[in-house]
Every structure is written in C-alpha cells, then in structure tokens.
C-alpha cells in the first residue's frame, strides 16, 4: 500500500509539472533576485504586437544596467496567462483589460498600471465580404468575449443596425484566425495584431473596419500587476512604469520594427502592414477612457458590475 502511494504521489507531481510546461515556461517566479544581486520581475504576455513596449523596456533597462531584470514568461492562450497572474505565479502581465477586470469584480487583487498600446486592431474579412450586412449569418470569430475585440465587434453592428445575434460568434486563439479565414471556415475575425495583418499581406483577407474608426482611444490591453506584488514591491513597480513609459515613447516606427522582428518572429510584410495601425505613445489609463470602457463592457453583456477607476487602476503617488 505504502508503494502504490509513493507511485501515486510521484505520477501526480509529473502531471502537475507537465500542466504548469504547457501554460507556460520554465521560469521559477519564486526567485526574486539573481546572483548578480538583481531584482527578477517576472511578465507573463502573447506574442503580440500589443506587447511591444514590455519587449522594448526589458532592452532598455538591459542596456542601462539596471538592477531590475525583467523575465519574460510566454503564453499561448489567454486563460493560461490570466490563471498564472491571478494565483501570483507571475508578478504582472501584457494582458487583454477586461480579463483583468473580470477577475477584480470577482475579488482577485489585481491593477492596471499602464495601457498596452493606442489603437492596433482591425476587423479583418474575406475578400467576398464587401458590407457589414454580407456578414449575416456568418461565422465571426474573437479571442475572447471578455475583450476589446468583441466590444468593437458589436460596435460596429450597431453602427451598421445589426445585432450579435444576426452573425455566429466563436473563439478561436490569434494564431488560428488566419488559416480558418483562407479555408471559408469563418467569414471575418477581430484579434490582436499582428494576425489581421497577416490575413491582408498575404492577400486572403481585407479590412472592414479599422478600430479609431469604432471607437476612439479604445482600451485593449494593459500592463496589469498582481496586487500583493505590487503592495510589496511599490518602488520597484513605480521604475517599471516609469521605464515602461519610455519605453513606448521610445517606440517608433524602425525602433518597433526591430523588437517586434526579434520577439514575435514575423516577416516584415506582415509588420509593415500591422505597425501602421499602431501606437505607443502615452500609455496612460485616462478616467475618462476608462469609464467609456466601462460603460460598453455594461452595455453589451460583457461585464455586469466592472471595477471602478479608483479600485482598479494604480496612480503613482
């Protein structure tokens, strides 16, 4: 008997191990500093454009010599990155904002500290799709409905006098959004570039709507910091924002470019195409954004009861 649960407890460590590798890398986020002495800030983030300023602070803060050492941890679907914030496995994310907020209203103590990025979505058809209208019917996929994508997706439904219900909504994962749109298997998609992008270099796609066009200033992604993390780390997270900042000031378009060639891995085709409709100046989370946010997250089922300005955003004193 004794045998058999020595097994037991052994085969469940390896299970345990195997689940933790497939959400994420092998990043030991319990470490807090390096032998070097410096202090180890673990970022979970998808290899997206919307992540660009993360990518270009931790290069920065490397060329600086900093004592602060940003790990970057890589995720490949959202609810794993949201799972590894929320439980304190990594110290902050790159993450879509009305994940986060979700997990607020629930009671998870998590902060906003900075957006990802201005503008940077597209809604992306088939080339047979000519109207709004022509999308009747069809299959339209999004991320997540806890996004931007299906805010700006139901934004221009209304705009054009249609309703969720008049399409066929399913979620599909960025890197899947491509290839299901050249094979017919949905008629369009909203997503985090730089896939749009891909769909319109490589011919099997257009763009429909751009997302300023939907809605100014829209909130998307954020750099979002678990808060036990950040109350015991204030100064460090304070550099980081500050840093960050600059970070996406710094960001121009050859300066873009070349992080984005180096940490997502994408032709300068598609990077062309998708660093056009992109911003990373000013990365501030505004009140008045915010509560525009807010007010659609409501307004289309989307989030019952988000978090106020005051509970969920962090403001440096």
């Not at 109207?131 to 996929?141: I, P, Q």
Request: proline content about 2%.
């Amino acid at each position: 008997m004794k045998f058999n649960r020595l097994i037991s407890v052994v085969i469940s460590m390896v299970l345990f191990g195997s689940m933790v590798g497939c959400s994420s890398s092998s990043t030991d986020t319990d470490d807090t500093s390096t032998d070097s002495g410096k202090t180890i800030v673990t970022i979970g983030y998808l290899p997206i454009t919307h992540a660009l300023a993360v990518f270009e602070e931790k290069e920065l803060l490397e060329q600086e010599g900093s004592d602060i050492d940003i790990k970057l941890e890589k995720f490949s679907a959202w609810s794993d990155l949201t799972d590894a914030l929320n439980t304190g496995r990594i110290d902050g994310a790159s993450v879509l904002i009305e994940l986060a907020m979700s997990a607020k209203s629930q009671g998870i103590d998590l902060k906003a500290v900075a957006l990802g990025h201005k503008d940077g979505n597209v809604i992306v058809v088939s080339n047979d799709i000519q109207s709004v209208a022509d999308l009747k019917g069809k299959t339209f996929a999004i991320p997540h409905t806890q996004s931007s994508h299906n805010i700006l997706l139901n934004d221009m439904l209304s705009k054009e006098g249609l309703t969720i219900d008049d399409i066929n909504i399913t979620q599909l994962s960025p890197s899947e959004m491509p290839s299901s749109l050249a094979s017919g298997a949905i008629a369009g998609y909203c997503v985090a570039e730089p896939f749009g992008a891909q769909a319109v270099s490589q011919g099997i796609g257009r763009v429909l709507y751009y997302s300023e066009d939907l809605w100014e200033n829209s909130l998307c992604c954020g750099l979002v910091f678990n808060g036990e993390y950040l109350e015991e780390h204030q100064d460090i997270v304070d550099t980081i924002i500050d840093k960050y900042m600059e970070a996406g000031n710094s960001l121009d378009d050859a300066t873009a470019k070349n992080i984005a060639s180096e940490y997502l891995g994408q032709t300068d085709d598609v990077l062309d195409v998708s660093l056009q409709w992109i911003d990373y100046n000013d990365l501030t989370i505004s009140q008045e954004d915010y509560n525009l946010l807010c007010d659609k997250v409501i307004s289309y089922g989307i989030l019952e009861n988000p978090p106020t300005y005051e509970e969920f955003v962090y403001a440096k004193d």
